[in-house]
């Protein structure tokens, strides 16, 4: 995508599309990847010194697995020397701001384990992802489309 620092990893091949397509002139993006789902777990192993990744930042479905696949990749990451996961604070700010809940795949957990799986989210997206998985239900990254990426500048500032 350029010569950046930053690896982005985006959960779906819609909405990779859609970033991809809509990335502004100045941003600091090395590469945008495909996640695959629960696949990132394992692929964030194959990242080596040559790519001279910095930052690795992650935006995906806001339920069970959507965040338990950036936080145990993050973990992996960290295990191997390599820059933890880190949120897209606007991206995730629009999905929350966008996105119409729906009943999850997953079961609900109990707010103990939600409030430990959200510490990898930014505090001000916290609560809500946790009122979601308690309550069973997901916001698919989908909602932060095409049209919204390339008419609201807010996201920008996670790519930089």
């Given at each position: 995508?350029?010569?950046?620092?930053?690896?982005?990893?985006?959960?779906?091949?819609?909405?990779?599309?859609?970033?991809?397509?809509?990335?502004?002139?100045?941003?600091?993006?090395?590469?945008?990847?495909?996640?695959?789902?629960?696949?990132?777990r394992?692929?964030?192993?194959?990242?080596?010194?040559?790519?001279?990744?910095?930052?690795?930042?992650?935006?995906?479905?806001l339920?069970?697995?959507?965040?338990?696949?950036?936080?145990?990749?993050?973990?992996?990451?960290?295990?191997?020397?390599?820059?933890?996961?880190?949120?897209?604070?606007?991206?995730?700010?629009?999905?929350?701001?966008?996105?119409?809940?729906?009943?999850?795949?997953?079961?609900?957990?109990?707010?103990?384990?939600?409030?430990?799986?959200?510490?990898?989210m930014?505090?001000?997206?916290?609560?809500?992802?946790?009122?979601?998985?308690?309550?069973?239900?997901?916001?698919?990254?989908?909602?932060?489309?095409?049209?919204?990426?390339?008419?609201?500048?807010?996201?920008?500032?996670?790519?930089?």
């Amino acid at each position: 995508m350029g010569g950046g620092d930053i690896l982005l990893v985006v959960e779906n091949s819609a909405t990779w599309w859609s970033l991809v397509h809509s990335l502004p002139d100045n941003h600091r993006l090395g590469y945008v990847a495909w996640g695959l789902g629960g696949t990132f777990r394992a692929s964030v192993n194959t990242l080596a010194a040559k790519h001279r990744i910095t930052e690795i930042r992650y935006f995906g479905d806001l339920d069970l697995s959507g965040i338990r696949i950036p936080y145990a990749a993050s973990k992996t990451a960290s295990e191997r020397g390599l820059p933890t996961v880190r949120p897209t604070e606007r991206l995730y700010g629009a999905l929350l701001e966008l996105g119409r809940a729906r009943g999850a795949k997953e079961k609900a957990i109990d707010a103990v384990e939600a409030r430990a799986l959200v510490e990898w989210m930014p505090a001000a997206h916290r609560a809500k992802a946790v009122g979601l998985l308690v309550a069973g239900q997901r916001l698919a990254q989908e909602w932060v489309g095409y049209r919204h990426l390339t008419r609201n500048t807010a996201w920008h500032a996670d790519l930089v």
